[in-house]
């Protein structure tokens, strides 16, 4: 089946770099996504990778994918308290559609 | 370049109502998909249209329907509201070489 998990909560201190870690099951993955949410709002694309790629980066942003291990991680370096949100997971295998992991709430304080 | 928008913002229905929600996709695109996200939960989805006819469906009961209109903006209705249909309604769009969807802010649904 089309499963995909993700830690519930992380917290860091401003500065630091955060890593925010998912897993799946879907071997036929082509896309895998992460999205942030912040309260009330819709989901904002950060980043995605192509499941024949090992790792993407982008800004402060870098996304490692370990395809036979089924793990997607996304690092945030010089966490700002305007990364506090959550963080959601997300892939795509042969049909259209995404699969969402139960998001992970990154809170970064001072 | 006008983003994905949906309407109404918020919407407060009783037991039995139907409802409709509105999505007008990105410009440029020709695929729109429904998400339903419950409280402290991922989008779950309900199903996707491509132009103007549906492209896959998940795991949601057939009071669940949609609509795509020729310039591909999007429509969700629910019939016979249950309480557990209370979530924000997310719609995304995309279409042409980009893998990515676009979503929208959302419609929170409340059902007393």
């Known amino acids: 089946g089309e499963d995909v998990e993700q830690s519930l909560f992380l917290s860091v201190r401003e500065g630091d770099s955060s890593v925010i870690n998912c897993t799946y099951t879907d071997s036929s993955s082509t896309y895998l996504y992460w999205y942030k949410q912040e309260p009330g709002a819709g989901l904002q694309l950060l980043t995605y990778?192509?499941?024949?790629?090992d790792m993407k980066q982008d800004q402060r942003l870098t996304v490692l994918l370990n395809k036979k291990d089924k793990h997607l991680s996304l690092r945030i370096a010089d966490t700002q308290t305007g990364d506090s949100a959550i963080y959601f997971c997300?892939?795509?295998?042969?049909?259209?559609?995404?699969?969402f992991g139960t998001g992970t709430r990154l809170q970064v304080f001072p | 370049e006008t983003g994905v928008t949906q309407s109404p913002t918020h919407l407060i229905k009783t037991r039995g109502q139907q409802v409709t929600l509105r999505c007008s996709s990105q410009?440029?695109?020709?695929?729109v998909s429904w998400y339903q996200q419950a409280l402290g939960q991922g989008p779950q989805f309900i199903f996707q249209y491509y132009r103007e006819e549906e492209n896959g469906r998940g795991n949601f009961p057939p009071r669940f329907s949609g609509l795509q209109f020729p310039n591909y903006s999007s429509e969700l209705n629910v019939n016979a509201l249950e309480l557990d249909d209370s979530a924000l309604y997310l719609c995304?769009?995309?279409?042409?070489?980009?893998?990515?969807?676009?979503f929208g802010p959302g419609t929170r649904l409340t059902v007393l």
């Open positions: 410009s440029g695109h020709n695929t």
């Open positions: 997300a892939e795509k295998g042969s049909t259209d559609k995404l699969i």
């Open positions: 995304a769009s995309s279409g042409g070489l980009d893998p990515t969807q676009y």
């Open positions: 990778i192509f499941s024949n790629m």
